[in-house]
């Protein structure tokens, strides 16, 4: 399982900041900002939040708007 979740948005969209912002309001999670992309820590209780579902209830377009990306 991954300790970390990478999002970076695809443009310099406010539709991108607005997805994440509220993604950390529902979640509780505080990202990392590192290279324009914000790295959330996963500890364990974390591994139970439903990431996509939670990102398609805020905009079911946000991967227009976000990408997902592997740790280095």
Known sequence: MADHLILR???ESPEAERILD?????????????DGA???????EDHRTRIVQTL????????DHLGLQMPA
């Open 22 to 34: 509220e993604f950390e309001q529902r979640t509780g999670l505080q990202p990392e900002t590192r």
């Open 9 to 11: 948005s695809l443009s």
């Open 56 to 63: 398609t209830e805020i905009d079911p377009a946000w991967t």
């Open 38 to 44: 914000r790295v959330y820590a996963l500890h364990e």
